[in-house]
Nanobody, 125 residues
Framework: VQLQASGGGLVQAGGSLRLSCATS????????MGWFRQAPGKEREFVAA????????YYSESVKGRFTISRDNAKNTVHLQMNNLKPADTALYYC???????????????????WGQGTLVTVSS
């Protein structure tokens, strides 16, 4: 499985960006795709995830209400719409996927077996 992320950039606080992640294939009916981010000097943290078949979505508390994860079945692509961005959202954002994770581990980076390259999001104050 290959994941190709895109859409990062520089934006002012309060602005919006949309990240996209295309997956080369879905390995199972339980396919889950997620977004993680890592700021300089910090550990990688969960941002959002979506269960492909059911469309259920999950968010970290820090982005709930501002970010929306969605999927495009026809294009095998997941999007992360990020609104009302804050300087604290500045990080390298990674998309990830798994065909077999246990739902209770959905927010853990170690549960995902496939990773895309990072895309940088910089939010200026």
């Amino acid at each position: 499985v290959q994941l190709q992320a895109s859409g990062g950039g520089l934006v002012q606080a309060g602005g919006s960006l949309r990240l996209s992640c295309a997956t080369s294939r879905r390995t199972s009916s339980n396919y889950v795709m997620g977004w993680f981010r890592q700021a300089p000097g910090k550990e990688r943290e969960f941002v959002a995830a979506i269960r492909w078949s059911a469309g259920y979505t999950y968010y970290s508390e820090s982005v709930k209400g501002r970010f929306t994860i969605s999927r495009d079945n026809a294009k095998n692509t997941v999007h992360l719409q990020m609104n009302n961005l804050k300087p604290a959202d500045t990080a390298l954002y990674y998309c990830a996927a798994s065909g077999s994770l246990i739902l209770s581990t959905l927010r853990s980076a170690s549960a995902y077996g496939y990773w895309g390259q990072g895309t940088l999001v910089t939010v200026s104050s």
